[in-house]
């Protein structure tokens, strides 16, 4: 299948772009498009068959649920059974954004969606390309992250067309995704809200508006054998680059020393050793036998989060033997942070 590219630089101007998106999307193709977060691989949600397009393009398990996504906060009403007065005022404060909803889901939401499960996952998203594309389509739009399943989320178009050019007949360039992470998944569908995926929205700022909620103890830990997972996304593995990946934790007085002695431990059996580093490590390294990588400083982790995705492709492309970083707080943004690195590592710690 050919794969056409267009480049959206100003809404405005290139809106034509948008509505060549939306004539694909009506037809129950797919489209790739940026969202704040990541960029999103999406298809009319109300059409099974295109919806099933979607699995067949990322090589995704079918039990695996996806996120609606809507243009208005409105178009939730005929997705949801009912919308408790918290989730409400949640949609209120931080929607249109990176947050997303788990509710009991409405009987028009196609089961290939939600994967059988009788709840769905709905969030509008803030970047202007995605918002006119919903808009302009005039349905809902299912969107899973636009990577190849297992691989590290799009936050370039330059990602997307590495791992699913050929797949998808339609791509929107609208440059770098500001956020860097997927949107936080908080399930609504219980009494107590629990975070089944941290991201930009944070605990803490869900928190100040409705009170306190819980995190799922998967967010940082392996599900155990045969253990009943609430978000079927979090047992597969994820995000992950060609090489091995291996997270140092620990003071960061120490942590150059620390990454000195774990590379050193490798370095007889691995040639091509990057380390991901952060501002204020980075210079404590000197001329070490291994490329150092900044994420972003620890005082911002939002630019760590940023980056985070993108350096772990770029450490495929220069071919890394194995990937040494280094751990952040898991507080606030760093939660995410540590979420998607703990993924991509498959859970190897040194601490
Ligand atoms: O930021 C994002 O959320 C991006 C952009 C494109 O919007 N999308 C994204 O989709 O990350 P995806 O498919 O890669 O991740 C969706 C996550 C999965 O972990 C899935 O298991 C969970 O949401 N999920 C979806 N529906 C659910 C449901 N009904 N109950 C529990 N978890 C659900
Ligand atoms: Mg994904």
Same mark, same amino acid.
């Given at each position: 299948?050919?794969?056409?590219?267009?480049?959206?630089?100003?809404?405005?101007?290139?809106?034509?772009?948008?509505?060549?998106?939306?004539?694909?999307?009506?037809?129950?193709?797919?489209?790739?498009?940026?969202?704040?977060?990541?960029?999103?691989?999406?298809?009319?949600?109300?059409?099974?068959?295109?919806?099933?397009?979607?699995?067949?393009?990322?090589?995704?398990?079918?039990?695996?649920?996806?996120?609606?996504?809507?243009?208005?906060?409105?178009?939730?009403?005929?997705?949801?059974?009912?919308?408790?007065?918290?989730?409400?005022?949640?949609?209120?404060?931080?929607?249109?954004?990176?947050?997303?909803?788990?509710?009991?889901?409405?009987?028009?939401?196609?089961? +290939?969606? $939600?994967? /059988?499960?009788?709840? =769905?996952?709905? *969030?509008?998203?803030?970047? #202007?390309?995605?918002?006119?594309? %919903? @808009?302009?389509?005039?349905?809902?739009?299912?969107?899973?992250?636009?990577?190849?399943?297992?691989?590290?989320?799009?936050?370039?178009?330059?990602?997307?067309?590495?791992?699913?050019?050929?797949?998808?007949?339609?791509?929107?360039?609208?440059?770098?995704?500001?956020?860097?992470?997927?949107?936080?998944?908080?399930?609504?569908?219980?009494?107590?809200?629990?975070?089944?995926?941290?991201?930009?929205?944070?605990?803490?700022?869900? +928190?100040? $508006?409705? /009170?306190?909620?819980? =995190?799922?103890? *998967?967010?940082?830990?392996? #599900?155990?054998?045969?253990?009943? %997972? @609430?978000?079927?996304?979090?047992?597969?593995?994820?995000?992950?680059?060609?090489?091995?990946?291996?997270?140092?934790?620990?003071?960061?007085?120490?942590?150059?020393?620390?990454?000195?002695?774990?590379?050193?431990?490798?370095?007889?059996?691995?040639?091509?050793?990057?380390?991901?580093?952060?501002?204020?490590?980075?210079?404590?390294?000197?001329?070490?036998?291994?490329?150092?990588?900044?994420?972003?400083?620890?005082?911002?982790?939002?630019?760590?989060?940023?980056?985070?995705?993108?350096?772990? *492709?770029?450490?495929?492309?220069?071919?890394?033997?194995?990937? %040494?970083?280094?751990?952040?707080?898991?507080?606030?943004?760093?939660?995410?942070?540590?979420?998607?690195?703990?993924?991509?590592?498959?859970?190897?710690?040194?601490?």
């Amino acid at each position: 299948m050919e794969t056409i590219i267009r480049v959206v630089e100003d809404i405005e101007k290139d809106y034509e772009i948008i509505r060549e998106g939306a004539e694909y999307i009506k037809k129950g193709q797919l489209v790739a498009f940026p969202t704040e977060t990541v960029y999103g691989l999406g298809a009319n949600a109300l059409d099974a068959g295109a919806v099933r397009r979607i699995f067949e393009a990322k090589g995704r398990p079918s039990d695996n649920p996806l996120i609606v996504h809507i243009g208005e906060i409105d178009d939730i009403n005929e997705l949801v059974a009912h919308i408790p007065s918290s989730a409400r005022l949640l949609m209120d404060k931080y929607w249109p954004g990176p947050l997303t909803l788990v509710l009991k889901k409405a009987s028009s939401v196609p089961a +290939e969606i $939600t994967a /059988g499960l009788d709840t =769905v996952a709905i *969030r509008m998203p803030s970047h #202007p390309v995605a918002n006119a594309l %919903i @808009r302009e389509s005039g349905v809902p739009i299912a969107a899973p992250s636009a990577n190849k399943s297992g691989r590290p989320s799009p936050t370039l178009a330059k990602h997307v067309i590495e791992d699913l050019s050929g797949r998808i007949p339609f791509i929107i360039d609208g440059g770098e995704c500001s956020v860097g992470l997927e949107s936080t998944v908080l399930d609504m569908s219980r009494d107590m809200p629990i975070i089944l995926r941290p991201g930009g929205i944070t605990k803490e700022m869900i +928190e100040d $508006t409705i /009170g306190s909620i819980e =995190v799922d103890r *998967r967010v940082l830990t392996p #599900p155990m054998e045969g253990e009943e %997972i @609430r978000s079927p996304g979090m047992k597969y593995t994820h995000y992950a680059p060609n090489a091995p990946v291996v997270i140092v934790e620990g003071n960061i007085d120490y942590m150059a020393d620390k990454i000195r002695k774990v590379a050193k431990y490798y370095s007889s059996k691995y040639k091509k050793i990057i380390v991901l580093s952060t501002e204020e490590t980075a210079l404590m390294y000197g001329d070490e036998d291994f490329t150092v990588f900044i994420m972003g400083s620890r005082a911002e982790p939002s630019t760590i989060a940023s980056n985070l995705f993108a350096l772990l *492709r770029e450490c495929d492309e220069r071919n890394a033997d194995i990937i %040494i970083a280094e751990g952040v707080e898991e507080t606030h943004e760093g939660l995410a942070i540590m979420n998607r690195m703990l993924r991509a590592a498959a859970f190897r710690v040194i601490k």
